[in-house]
């Protein structure tokens, strides 16, 4: 069986995939990544797990972690325990490639994936996803609300383009006028290019960016 999770997707796409590909259903991956035992025993064996995924306001524990990419599985009966291991294997090849800037960073680890997890859905080149990584670095810094569209959306467990209330807060929504800093975990599973770009972010001095109908991300210092 081959299945392949696109760079992006959030947890409630990649549970319908294993559901469409395996004989497993999304209520048993859920109840699965609910378990904390089952979590606890999964960060003493990743680096780059840690007890922010432990934390009750965050919608699915390993949003962010499970790497996209095309996997191969011997059958559609994989358990679910398999198709996660084989997941956070891949993560781990990822991120170890970066293990030393990650421990030299300013952000967790958790902090990072979050961060590619905004980048990779406000952006589609590299470039741009450095240009982005940057605003948000700036921001932070600036302690302003990050006012990310994508965490708005997330927050609401709803998909890009549906008419929502922007203004309802919550623990992911960065356009939320009181909400300063990082959602409270990712919002997709990034790219590797989108978690580089967090890594090693370009230093600018914009605070703001939009993007086009083509995709094509614009900078500027202020608001006009």
């Not at 294997?89 to 170890?96: A, I």
């Not at 470039?127 to 569209?149: C, P, Q």
């Amino acid at each position: 069986v081959n299945i392949t999770f696109k760079e992006g997707i959030n947890m409630r796409r990649l549970t319908a995939i294993i559901e469409e590909n395996t004989n497993n259903s999304s209520d048993d991956f859920y109840k699965l990544i609910s378990n904390s035992e089952y979590l606890k025993e999964l960060i003493d064996k990743y680096w780059f797990l840690t007890d922010d995924i432990l934390n009750e306001k965050i919608y699915y524990s390993l949003e962010g972690y499970l790497y996209p990419n095309t996997y191969f599985f011997n059958s559609k009966d994989v358990p679910i325990k398999t198709i996660i291991t084989t997941m956070l294997d891949e993560t781990g090849k990822q991120l170890s490639k970066y293990k030393s800037e990650i421990e030299n960073s300013s952000l967790s680890v958790h902090e990072i994936l979050t961060m590619a997890s905004m980048v990779e859905l406000e952006a589609v080149n590299s470039e741009d996803r450095n240009g982005v990584a940057s605003v948000f670095y700036n921001r932070l810094d600036a302690k302003m609300t990050l006012g990310s569209d994508v965490t708005t959306y997330y927050g609401s467990k709803v998909d890009m383009g549906t008419k929502i209330d922007m203004s309802v807060c919550n623990d992911y929504n960065t356009r939320c006028a009181s909400y300063i800093g990082l959602p409270i975990g990712p919002i997709c599973n990034p790219s590797i290019i989108s978690i580089e770009a967090v890594i090693n972010h370009k230093n600018t001095d914009y605070y703001y960016f939009v993007a086009d109908k083509n995709g094509d991300v614009y900078f500027s210092k202020n608001s006009n």
